[in-house]
């Protein structure tokens, strides 16, 4: 299967790759083309030229698109939308299905594959990871995981924007993970910080197809947990 992943949580990444069958539990993937960006600020204008040359590249071009993932957040407001229309417009343009993994969920899943490679499988299953990526205003947005298999996370509790001190005590967690972390080093409380990153491309493939293959809903609605900064007037001023 060959599927487009588009994830613009902070900067901008996207890549295409095949899905392989499963290697111990674990869905393996061949990337075929990847292109990424930092810049927090320019989404709309690096996504268009990143997606024209990962879907020209030879490996991409001779195959068609059977699948595309997006980020869906927390993140903020522009750059998330300029993610999230690439990724409808491809899907409707090619007629396949566009599925929708949140930013946060990728981050765990990243952290505890880590986890998994240096200390072995049965201590990521066990292990406890607290999310944190940057939100801009000297906030975070937050939540708690856990493994759920090799491929998929399961949220413990709701998704969260909360200052950094607030976010320290949201819960028990064995790590801590995210650009957040990197951001506010104090939420980690000495414990160990993995994954400094806002969102994953290649780890939402995966989980995607897990959550896909357990009849999981996939929305592709965006998670923004507040109103974007720019807000349209509620009537107009009177002149003095």
Avoid: N, W
Avoid at 169 to 190: C, F, K, M, N, T
Wanted: with cysteine.
């Amino acid at each position: 299967m060959r599927i487009l992943s588009i994830d613009s949580s902070l900067g901008s990444q996207l890549l295409v790759c095949d899905a392989q069958s499963s290697i111990e539990g674990r869905t393996a993937l061949e990337v075929l083309a990847s292109a990424e960006q930092p810049d927090s600020r320019h989404h709309a204008e690096s996504l268009g030229p990143m997606l024209a040359g990962a879907l020209t590249e030879p490996a991409v071009a001779e195959s068609p698109l059977d699948l595309v993932v997006g980020a869906t957040g927390p993140a903020p407001f522009t750059g998330l939308r300029a993610g999230l229309v690439t990724a409808r417009t491809v899907g409707r343009a090619r007629g396949i299905d566009v599925l929708g993994v949140p930013s946060l969920d990728a981050v765990a899943r990243l952290a505890l594959d880590a986890v998994a490679e240096r200390d072995g499988e049965d201590t990521a299953a066990s292990a406890t990871v607290l999310v944190v990526t940057d939100a801009r205003r000297k906030e975070v947005y937050a939540a708690r995981y856990r493994a759920r298999g090799a491929d998929d996370v399961e949220r413990l509790g709701e998704l969260a924007v909360l200052a950094p001190a607030d976010a320290a005590g949201l819960g028990e967690a064995d790590l801590v993970a995210g650009s957040g972390a990197v951001l506010y080093p104090e939420i980690a409380r000495g414990r160990e910080a993995l994954a400094p990153v806002s969102g994953d491309a290649r780890a939402q493939v995966r989980i995607a197809l897990a959550r896909r293959a357990a009849g999981d809903e996939l929305s592709t609605e965006p998670l923004y947990l507040r109103h974007a900064d720019a807000q349209m007037p509620t009537s107009r001023k009177r002149a003095l």
